[in-house]
Antibody, heavy 123, light 112 residues
Framework: EVQLVESGGGLVQPGRSLRLSCRASAFTFGDYAMSWVRQAPGKGLEWVGFIRSKAYGGTTEYPASVKGRFIISRDDSNSIAYLQRNSLKTEDTAVYYC??????????????WGQGTLVTVSS | DIVMTQTPLSLSVTPGQPVSISCKSSQSLLHTDGKTYLYWYLQKPGQSPQLLIYEVSNRFSGVPDRFSGSGSGTDFTLYISRVEADDVGVYYCMQVIQLPWTFGLGTKVEIK
């Protein structure tokens, strides 16, 4: 059974940085892209970026709302995806989900989601 | 960005009754490769979202056949033929034809 376990959440002050980790198991991590989606309290889902597999360049994509502040990386040898968030704002408060992302023709889709980790940005 | 508009935003249904949820996109989700990149996810209370339907009408592994999807271009519908108590939660449609990938606001389904 696919498992995605996020960690690194917690309380952080505005302007600080925080790195989230997502440890994967039960699938060949290096063969898949990995995405992050966030959900502010009581709100809907917002995609915040993804990283392609090394076979497709290992490159990243972000929406304009987080580009330049969020950085996604991966460690295939340990099956871990990371989300580095810089210059955090109070509006970044959310549950952050890590997602096993499957390539489909020329695009991707979200196949399995982790349980999420809560990040609270507050002074 | 492609805007995904879901209706209704919430509904309350009697077990055994059918449900339909609409999702409209601001641009066509039909790709030149012939695929239509519209997906449906369900977020049950207190859980992370799970994939229900991919490419408009294909049920993901393990999804009961009471769930089905239809549509084309910019108009899509998720159907639940006979709602069960386990189907409560928020249903989201999502497009992946164009970056940034975007979701609808969600439709909350409750059982009467």
């Amino acid at each position: 059974e696919v498992q995605l376990v996020e960690s690194g959440g917690g309380l952080v002050q505005p302007g600080r940085s925080l790195r989230l980790s997502c440890r994967a198991s039960a699938f060949t991590f290096g063969d898949y892209a990995m995405s992050w989606v966030r959900q502010a309290p009581g709100k809907g889902l917002e995609w915040v970026g993804f990283i392609r597999s090394k076979a497709y360049g290992g490159t990243t994509e972000y929406p304009a709302s987080v580009k330049g502040r969020f950085i996604i990386s991966r460690d295939d040898s340990n099956s871990i995806a990371y989300l580095q968030r810089n210059s955090l704002k109070t509006e970044d408060t959310a549950v952050y989900y890590c997602i096993k992302t499957k390539r489909r023709m020329t695009t991707y889709y979200f196949e399995y989601w982790g349980q999420g980790t809560l990040v609270t940005v507050s002074s | 960005d492609i805007v995904m508009t879901q209706t209704p935003l919430s509904l309350s249904v009697t077990p055994g009754q059918p449900v339909s949820i609409s999702c409209k996109s601001s641009q066509s989700l039909l790709h030149t490769d012939g695929k239509t990149y519209l997906y449906w996810y369900l977020q049950k209370p207190g859980q992370s979202p799970q994939l229900l339907i991919y490419e408009v009408s294909n049920r993901f592994s393990g999804v009961p056949d009471r769930f089905s999807g239809s549509g084309s271009g910019t108009d899509f519908t998720l159907y639940i033929s006979r709602v069960e108590a386990d189907d409560v939660g928020v249903y989201y449609c999502m497009q992946v034809i164009q970056l940034p990938w975007t979701f609808g606001l969600g439709t909350k389904v409750e059982i009467k």
